[in-house]
């Protein structure tokens, strides 16, 4: 089905170029004018897409959950109340949750469509009333079919959403000139600019906050903007110096998941 408005802003869109995806569909893209989003039309090869939720080509699985990893404890411990809960969303096998969780955060892990194999016993639960002082959303908002509606329902339950995509650059691409487009294994399909993201915050009355590139925040918070920047770039060193005054939860988790053997 050919698309009429845009999954973000429902303004018109028009068509920018057409592409094969999974070596088999071709498929056509789209622009919105308004925010800029650029989408497939409606994903119809998902399920096939989908018969491995962890595509085979993605090599950088484990580099990204160390550098999330850096990002994500430096901006919760300077910026939020890092003895709260948090929540990552669309975990994949659970390798950032159990990297967090050693450091000291108290992360769990949600996904609908891959098995948690790294974080299990600390699968976040719907009916849970704790607050969720931050959600982490990496490398999936590029998978949502309605992002709009999506962010909806991720703001009900967390108001801070650290999330990683890539911008599209603009003017767009063609699709042998990005690889993020993944028409390899035709999971992406859709991707923001930044003021596609600045839409969405206005919409929902939050900040919106950005390294520019690839990993961006949605939060009540305001903050000096390029001190998000600069704390983003330094992780890898201010990391560290957060794991000496953490107390990690390695062997606390033990104990609980042995005691329920």
Same mark, same amino acid.
């Given at each position: 089905?050919?698309?009429?408005?845009?999954?973000?802003?429902? %303004?018109?869109?028009?068509? @920018?170029?057409?592409?094969?995806?999974?070596?088999?569909?071709?498929? $056509?893209?789209?622009?919105?004018?308004?925010?800029? !989003?650029?989408?497939?039309?409606?994903?119809?090869?998902? =399920?096939?897409?989908?018969?491995? %939720?962890?595509?085979?080509?993605?090599?950088? +699985?484990?580099?990204?959950?160390?550098?999330?990893?850096?990002?994500?404890?430096?901006?919760?411990? @300077?910026?939020?109340?890092?003895?709260? &809960?948090?929540?990552?969303?669309?975990?994949?096998?659970?390798?950032?949750?159990?990297?967090?969780?050693?450091?000291?955060?108290?992360?769990?892990?949600?996904?609908?469509?891959?098995?948690?194999?790294?974080?299990?016993?600390?699968?976040?639960? =719907?009916?849970?009333?704790?607050?969720?002082?931050?959600?982490?959303?990496?490398? %999936?908002? $590029?998978?949502?079919? =309605?992002?709009?509606? =999506?962010?909806?329902?991720?703001?009900?339950?967390?108001?801070?959403?650290?999330?990683?995509?890539?911008?599209?650059?603009?003017?767009?691409?063609?699709?042998?000139?990005?690889? !993020?487009?993944?028409? $390899?294994?035709?999971?992406?399909?859709?991707?923001?600019?930044?003021? %596609?993201?600045?839409? +969405?915050?206005?919409?929902?009355?939050?900040?919106?906050?950005?390294?520019?590139?690839?990993?961006?925040?949605?939060? #009540?918070?305001?903050?000096?903007?390029?001190?998000? #920047?600069?704390?983003?770039?330094?992780? #890898?060193?201010?990391?560290?110096?957060?794991?000496?005054?953490?107390?990690?939860?390695?062997? &606390?988790?033990?104990?609980?998941?042995?005691?329920?053997?």
């Amino acid at each position: 089905m050919i698309p009429s408005v845009c999954r973000v802003c429902n %303004t018109a869109i028009y068509p @920018i170029f057409t592409s094969v995806l999974i070596q088999k569909y071709s498929v $056509e893209y789209f622009q919105c004018p308004h925010c800029g !989003y650029v989408q497939t039309e409606s994903p119809f090869w998902l =399920e096939e897409a989908y018969s491995r %939720t962890i595509n085979d080509v993605d090599t950088g +699985l484990l580099m990204r959950s160390y550098w999330h990893r850096n990002v994500s404890s430096t901006l919760i411990y @300077i910026l939020f109340k890092h003895r709260g &809960k948090f929540l990552d969303y669309g975990g994949g096998y659970g390798v950032f949750v159990r990297l967090m969780r050693d450091i000291g955060f108290d992360f769990y892990w949600q996904d609908k469509h891959t098995e948690n194999l790294f974080a299990k016993g600390f699968e976040f639960g =719907e009916s849970d009333q704790n607050p969720v002082e931050l959600m982490t959303c990496f490398e %999936t908002f $590029e998978h949502f079919v =309605e992002p709009a509606i =999506e962010l909806e329902n991720l703001l009900n339950i967390s108001q801070n959403i650290l999330l990683s995509t890539e911008f599209i650059p603009d003017p767009v691409p063609s699709p042998d000139e990005w690889w !993020y487009y993944g028409s $390899e294994h035709g999971q992406h399909i859709g991707f923001f600019q930044k003021k %596609t993201f600045e839409y +969405l915050a206005n919409k929902h009355s939050l900040y919106f906050y950005t390294n520019g590139q690839n990993i961006h925040l949605f939060t #009540k918070k305001r903050l000096f903007k390029p001190a998000f #920047k600069w704390l983003t770039k330094a992780s #890898k060193y201010i990391n560290p110096l957060i794991q000496k005054r953490m107390d990690s939860l390695t062997w &606390k988790d033990f104990e609980t998941l042995k005691s329920e053997i």
